[in-house]
Structures are given as C-alpha cells and as structure tokens.
C-alpha cells in the first residue's frame, strides 16, 4: 500500500513590525487632536482652524506677524511667524532641502505658522527655541533696511507692530551701510495716504480689498524691494469700507488723512461699545481723549461685523461735539439747571394726564437704549396713557460686499424698541399724529436723541396744534425750537445701555466721556422727568434699570449687563 505524502503548508509570512514614533502623544478625545507647544500638551479640535497660528494664538502663545490676519487669507510672504515643528517619528525638527548646495542637502528648517495646517494625528511644536529666535531676528533685520527710522513723527507709534516686534525680535543694530531705497507718499483715495517708505508690502490691503470689499483697487508693483502698493490709474480707493485697510496696516504706512497729526495713541482712552450708524449693530471701540471722542474703530465679534466697519459708522461723530448740541435745558424759553427743567416737565405732564389720560402722547426713538425705553413705558403707565409712538430715522440704501453689509436701517435699537414697546408702537406712531390734528392731545414728550433726524412737515404741523410740547433732544433744530420745555439729550458715546440689533443680539453700549449737557445722560432725565410725574421708576444706573425691565421683557429674561459681556447674547 503506497504511502500518501502529505506536502506541509508554508506559514504565513510575518508583517514587518511598523516603525514606533520617537515621541509618544496622548491619546486625545474623539474629534480632537493633541498639540504639544514647548512641551505642554493641548486638546484642540483641529476643524475649527484654518492653520497653526490660529491654534496657538487660541492657546495663548504670542507668535509674532505682520501678514498674517484672522479675517483674511493667509499669506505668508512676511516670514515673522517662525515656529519649529518637531517629526513625532523621528523626534527632530521637520527637515527642508538646502537648495544652495548641489547635491541637495537636508537641514531642519522652521516653518511659518500662518501656511501650516493641524494634521489631526498629533503635532509638536516650539515657539522660542534658538533657532525660531534667531530666524525672527533675522526676518525683523530684512524688514527694516529699508524702513526709515521715523517713529517720533509717524502716526502710527505707539500701535505699531513693526516697533513692538523690533523691540522684542529685532537686533539693536543693523549691518546694512549701504543707501537706503527711498520712496515717496502718496494718496491712494480721498482719504488715504500711503507712506510708502514705511510698507513692508505684507498685503494685508491688497488682499481686503479682493477679499472682503471686492473692489481690488490696490496691487503690488515691481519686484524685490522695490516692490511697493500701488492703484491703477483712475481707480483711487474710494469705497464704503476703505478705512479698515487703514485699521489692519501693521505699519505707519497706511494714514487716514483727516486723523493725521491730531494726537498720539498712547493719549487715548479705549471704550469698548456698539456703532449706532445703521441696525447691524457692528462692535466698534470709542476712542477719546480727555471729553473728546477722536476715533471710532472696529472691534472682533464674529457674529456681528467680524473685524470691519463702515465709513459711515467710522466718520459719523462730529455731531458729538457740534455747536448745535443742545447743552442748556430751557423752560418756557429761559434756560434751567437740566434736573429742574425736567421735573418741571414731569409736573405738567402728570398735570395734563390727570385731566385726560389719552390726551397725553410720548414719542420715543429707536435710538434709545432699551433702559431709556423701559423708563418712558413707565412713564406712561404712570400717567394712565397707552399712547406711545415710535420715531426713526428713515432707510439708508443697503449695501452688500462680498464680506460685509451694511444694513439700510439707520436706527441702532429698532428691534429693542419693539421687544420694550410691542411690535405695533411705529404703527401707533400714526394714530397719535392724526389726533394732534384733530387737537386731541394736551401735551407731548418727545425723546429724540438722533443726531441726524430731521422731522416731517406732517409731524411739524401736527404737533403745532398741540398745546404742551416737550421735546429731549441731542441737537437744537425744529423740535426743540418748537418747544415749551426743552431737554439737552446724550449721544451713544455719553451713556451706558443695551441695543438690539437687527439681528436680535443684545449688546452694551459702554459710556465712553461724560455727558456733555451739564453731565446728565438721557437715563437720569427720563428717571427725573418720571419721578415727577408720579411714576415708579427704577433708580440708579443702567445696570440697575435693565435689572427690572429683564423681569418684564420675556426675551431679555435672565440677562443682565454682566451676561452680555464684549459680544453680546442673541435673544
């Protein structure tokens, strides 16, 4: 009997064994990754940044730049944002071929944060390392060759990135001796001069207006360093949004003509608050000197308006400080301390309420503060009327940029006036006009406060037939002049409050001088003018007033000043 023979299978052939990382990462949670930063470890979510430099600066690291902006593209033509980025499998700075030496040579090279995306599997990284020092070191020398050295003379010191990253990342002293590239300022715009021996030609200009304009009237000419911003010829920088490339020059080389020379930034004292130019509420922050407002800026808020603003809320404060403010209270035609004049006010109100309720009407604007609104709803109660109008200023045109829009409602608290006064108070606004022209009302309390409002015939005339006309206004013209009792009105930058935008987000307007007009704001005049007409009104502050109106006003509920913070809360 033959023998079968068996033939043996061959054993698998063993996987080779994958190489183990030279640094081990803990393991982050589901959807996060790990970021080591000078050996401290991170859990980030890797989705919600577009690059490195975005992570570390969330985290706190300073690293330093000059092209390299939130609100735009990333560049990376600067170089100062130098960080070391280290293999997790070999344990050594990422390596770059040296394309001086023929063959190729590998040297760790470090890399610009602002062009470096997260790999979700883990990263490390340095910030200070010598090599990321030195490097920085020398991008700041390169910059500065050519720059001149100017800083007591340019506008831009004391807020100038350029002279802070010189002193902290430069060298004292340069080895360039030889004739520096010299080249002289020009206009860009009507408002907007270039100072083009400053421009270190980072683009952050350029790339707003492409990017968040869309108007792309400034590009870069010449190469190496000669290179230099320029516009093409008949198309000066003339949009609704030029100003912010102002803002975001991280050098003296951008200078807003109408500002130049007028003050030095350290002199300035910084308000955080909310532009009262149209209905989208964007976060801007008042700067003032002394009880001068000197400029408005805009401020992050990345629901609202990002990092930009328009030249309307940018330029629109002159009014603050015009001679046509009303300063003085007046009664019956002779000036009065502003309390007396409004407890006057108040008296012959109550007086002619307690004749006919319905026969006294109040006009409120939608550029009141919500707290300034609560307290003529008071009021009215008060005086047993539920005839409350509403005045506004009327549309702008609406404007919408690739980034940006500017919204054609010109009233800050349009929205506000409508969760304090109900959804039909403009409507109202009519019934109460047809009613001063059929002599059925006795009195008025008009509470203006716009600065740039100018009343129709059909108001003029309708309140000429009424006999007590009091009117509290930022600025003399036809209502004031029309009035028996007149009360000096604030601008946004005199007072503290709350406005809704159109959006609905609630955010706080932040008291940036004190008030002009004898140093009452509209808050304390109304609270006075309340008082004396028998109202219960909450006293104090703001603050202490929205504490009462949040109670009242179901979509305020639960918030108060403090719950608002910088950005504000959607309602």
């Known amino acids: 009997m033959s023998e079968t023979v068996r033939q043996s299978t ?4 063993a996987f080779p064994t994958p190489p183990q990382p030279a640094i081990q990462l803990p393991q982050a949670p589901d959807g996060q990754m790990t ?9 980030i ?6 690059s490195l430099i975005e992570a570390l600066r969330d985290l706190g690291y300073d690293i330093p730049h000059f092209c390299y902006h939130p609100g735009l593209q990333p560049d990376g033509n600067c170089r100062m944002c130098y960080v070391n980025v280290i293999d997790v499998m070999t344990g050594k700075p990422v390596m770059a071929p040296n394309l001086s030496r023929q063959p190729f040579e590998m040297y760790p090279k470090p890399v610009i ?11 490390v990284v340095e910030t200070e390392t010598p090599a990321v020092i030195e490097a920085r070191k020398w991008v700041m020398e390169f910059l500065l060759i050519n720059h001149p050295l100017d800083c007591p003379v340019c506008d831009k010191a004391g807020e100038c990135m350029l002279q802070d990253h010189s002193f902290g990342h430069g060298k004292a002293d340069s080895r360039f001796e030889e004739r520096k590239n010299e080249k002289p300022p020009k206009d860009l715009g009507p408002t907007i001069r270039l100072w083009t021996d400053r421009c270190i030609v980072c683009t952050r200009c350029v790339r707003f207006l492409d990017e968040v304009s869309g108007t792309s009237e400034l590009y870069v000419v010449q190469r190496g360093d000669r290179s230099e911003i320029d516009i093409a010829p008949g198309h000066p920088v003339d949009n609704p949004l030029m100003g912010n490339i102002v ?13 130049m020379y007028t003050y030095r930034a350290w002199y300035l004292q910084r308000t955080d608050s909310i532009c009262p130019a149209c209905s989208a509420g964007c976060n801007i922050q008042v700067q003032a000197q002394k009880e001068f407002v000197r400029r408005l800026v805009p401020r992050e808020n990345r629901a609202v308006n990002g990092w930009w603003m328009c030249e309307r809320g940018r330029k629109d404060f002159a009014y603050i400080h015009a001679e046509s403010r009303l300063r003085q209270a007046r009664v019956d035609g002779k000036e ?18 307690q004749k006919d309720a319905q026969g006294v009407a109040l006009l409120a604007s939608a550029w009141l503060t919500v707290e300034e609104l609560y307290l003529a709803k008071r009021l009215a109660a008060a005086l047993g009327t539920t005839q409350i109008g509403l ?6 045109p609406e404007r919408t940029f690739p980034k940006f829009r500017i919204e054609a409602d010109r009233n800050p608290n349009r929205a506000g006036a409508k969760l304090v006064l109900g959804d039909g108070v403009e409507a109202a606004t009519a019934g109460i006009l047809e009613k001063a022209r059929a002599g059925q009302l006795a009195a008025v309390y008009a509470i203006s406060s716009m600065p740039h409002f100018e009343p129709t015939v059909e108001l003029l005339e309708a309140l000429h037939k009424v006999p007590l006309r009091v009117v509290q206004d930022l600025r003399s013209g036809p209502l004031a002049e029309m009035a028996q009792i007149v009360l000096p009105g604030s601008s946004f930058a005199e007072k503290d409050g709350v406005f809704v935008n159109v959006q609905r987000r609630a955010q706080a307007v932040r008291r940036a001088i004190d008030p002009l007009a004898q140093g009452y704001d509209d808050l304390l005049v109304l609270q006075r003018v309340a008082r004396a007409a028998g109202a219960d009104v909450p006293a104090g502050s703001a603050r202490e007033v929205f504490r009462e109106l949040e109670k009242e006003i179901p979509a305020l509920k639960g918030l108060d000043h403090q719950a608002l913070g910088r950005l504000g809360v959607p309602v």
Do not use: T, W
């Open 113 to 123: 944060s602002c062009r470096e995306p997260l790999n979700p599997r883990g990263m």
């Open 336 to 353: 009065m301390p502003a309390i007396q004049a409004a407890e006057e006010a108040g008296k012959r109100l109550r007086a002619a309420a």
């Open 45 to 50: 979510d890797p989705k919600k940044y577009r």
């Open 10 to 13: 061959p054993a698998p052939a």
């Open 35 to 43: 970021l080591r930063v000078n050996g401290k470890d991170h859990f």
């Open 391 to 396: 005045l506004v200023e009327p549309d702008g």
């Open 247 to 259: 803002d975001i020059c991280p050098v003296g080389a951008l200078i807003d003509k109408d500002l």
